[in-house]
């Protein structure tokens, strides 16, 4: 018993001294060390028991997939990608003090939002950069941390666009894929990818020229190419359903085309040109623009036709 209250004792000191984003490390290190030192099975039921509960009531609920408030800068410094090469990065065009909006079109995994604008490995400097992902990934213990650690965020309802004006509101960077997950039901299935170029909403255009902020439209190619991702029609008829309802195309699986000779392609990410709002009379002209400029990009890096 005594032993019992010294674990707790020591597991409540965790909870409110070290740094909320490490405390399932902390736990996890605890967990062993008593488990190693106790034998009883009953205690380390009881003691991995509470910290679930503690991990579901202080953290799972604190709304911060809504805040980008957990995005560790120099964890995200660190190069882990090893799927991504980056195409017309300007560093020095990104200024810390800034805020910029990535456009990003050709999203068919979530991978490359992920690598390529969470664990960026400084590609984009001090930036302080959000990155949007589905709600559904947030509902995941564990991986809702990690997603949070890497700078992602969510929306409520179809509030994508609302989101991304509240983040820009608050000076942060932000960078989206305006078709969601869309392009998951779009694509061809073949080593093409058959993306939609969905242009934001025109209040975002409204607002960035409003407040001076520049756009960049990303392109992302080669997904395809790298995994291998199983669809059929009936399958594809329910992830339209799940599409609808719950905005994830439920079944979604795939997996890294690990076997052959060569290693896996890596997916190109396109980044570029800048775009400054100030050139532009209004919000519409800016948005037929973008429109434009996308399309460029497309014809000139796809091997399919808009």
Known sequence: MINLIIALIIFIILIFIII??????????????????????EFYFLFTTIVFLLYIGL???????YTGARAWKRLRKYTFNKSIIYESVDKEGYIEQERILFVVLGNITNFSLISGFGLHGGKFGDVDLNYILPPILFKVPIL???????????????DKEDTVINLLKKNKSVAYAPSGMDDVLNFTGSDDDTITLQNPEIDVFNFVM???????????????DRYGIRRNKYIHRIQKYCMNKWKWPFPFW???????????????????????PNVYDNAQVFSNSFMKKCEEQYTKYSKNKV
Request: aromatic share 18%.
């Open 20 to 41: 909320p984003d490490i405390i399932l490390l902390f736990t996890l290190f605890w967990t062993l060390v008593f488990t190693i030192y106790f034998t009883v099975a």
């Open 59 to 65: 953290k799972y609920n604190d709304g911060d997939e």
């Open 144 to 158: 809702r941390d990690f997603l949070l650690w890497t700078g992602a965020v969510t929306y409520k309802g179809n």
């Open 210 to 224: 409003k407040h001076k902020i520049r756009l960049v439209p990303v392109l992302i190619q080669g997904e395809t």
């Open 254 to 276: 795939f997996f890294v085309k690990i076997w052959g000779k060569d290693p896996p392609p890596k997916v190109k990410m396109y980044v570029g040109p800048i775009m400054d």
